[in-house]
T-cell receptor
Framework: GQQVMQIPQYQHVQEGEDFTTYCNSS?????IQWYKQRPGGHPVFLIQ?????EVKKQKRLTFQFGEAKKNSSLHITATQTTDVGTYFC?????????????FGRGTQLTVWP | KAGVTQTPRYLIKTRGQQVTLSCSPI?????VSWYQQTPGQGLQFLFE???????NKGNFPGRFSGRQFSNSRSEMNVSTLELGDSALYLC????????????FGPGTRLLVL
C-alpha cells in the first residue's frame, strides 16, 4: 500500500542553525501537505504543494515538492525556539484513496537556546 | 467559524471496557478522519467518514469502529480495551474533496489501566 516515509525522526539544533526534514512516497502524490504539532497540541496545517517542482516560502520556512511528485522537504533557516514541535508531511494519493492523507511519522525538532 | 471539537478531552478506562469518543467537525465539513497517536508512532490512520459512509479505512482491528451522523458529527468506538489502546485520538475534518486541508481537533487522551 501507499507509504510516506519521513526522516529524520528527531533533530536537535542550536538556535540559529538550519533544519531540514524530508519525505518520500512510494507512489506519485496528487499533492503534499505539511503540518506542525507543538508539544501538547494538535497538528496545524502549514502549507500545501500541488505542482511538480513547486517551491513555496513562509518567512524562514521553505517547502519543496519534487519533480516526480514523490518527495518533499521542509527547510527552516536560522531556527528559533518557537520552531519547536513535530513536523509532519502528508501526501494525498489518487483514485480510490480520495479523502485520505498518508502521514509521515514526523520529525520532532528540538531547538536549544 | 468554530473549530473542530472533541469530547471528552480526557478519559481513563480499564482493560476490557469500551469507550465512545465524539467529534464535531467544522460547520460545512462533510469528512471526518480519525487518527491514533502514540509516542514515536506518528499519526496512525483509523478511518474516514464522508456523508455518513466510511470511505477509507486503516489497518486497525475490528474493535475500532466508527460512524457519522447526518449532521457530520462522528463517533469512534473501541470495544474490549487493551493497554496498548492508550493514546491520543485525534479527529480531523475537511470538506472531503481532493486537496482539502484537514483541520484537527484537540484530541481525546485515553488512558487504559
Amino acid at each position: 500500500g501507499q507509504q510516506v516515509m519521513q526522516i529524520p525522526q528527531y533533530q536537535h539544533v542550536q538556535e540559529g542553525e538550519d533544519f531540514t526534514t524530508y519525505c518520500n512516497s512510494s507512489t506519485t502524490l496528487s499533492n503534499i501537505q505539511w503540518y506542525k504539532q507543538r508539544p501538547g497540541g494538535h497538528p496545524v496545517f502549514l502549507i500545501q504543494l500541488v505542482k511538480s517542482g513547486e517551491v513555496k516560502k513562509q518567512k524562514r520556512l521553505t517547502f519543496q515538492f519534487g519533480e516526480a511528485k514523490k518527495n518533499s522537504s521542509l527547510h527552516i533557516t536560522a531556527t528559533q525556539t518557537t520552531d519547536v514541535g513535530t513536523y509532519f508531511c502528508a501526501g494525498e494519493g489518487g483514485g480510490s484513496t480520495l479523502g485520505r492523507l498518508y502521514f509521515g511519522r514526523g520529525t520532532q525538532l528540538t531547538v536549544w537556546p | 467559524k468554530a473549530g473542530v471539537t472533541q469530547t471528552p478531552r480526557y478519559l481513563i478506562k480499564t482493560r476490557g471496557q469500551q469507550v465512545t469518543l465524539s467529534c464535531s467537525p467544522i460547520s460545512g465539513h462533510r469528512s471526518v478522519s480519525w487518527y491514533q497517536q502514540t509516542p514515536g508512532q506518528g499519526l496512525q490512520f483509523l478511518f474516514e467518514y464522508f456523508s455518513e459512509t466510511q470511505r477509507n479505512k486503516g489497518n486497525f482491528p475490528g474493535r475500532f469502529s466508527g460512524r457519522q451522523f447526518s449532521n457530520s458529527r462522528s463517533e469512534m468506538n473501541v470495544s474490549t480495551l487493551e493497554l496498548g489502546d492508550s493514546a491520543l485520538y485525534l479527529c480531523a475534518s475537511s470538506r472531503g474533496q481532493r486537496g482539502e486541508t484537514q483541520y484537527f481537533g484537540p484530541g481525546t487522551r485515553l488512558l487504559v489501566l
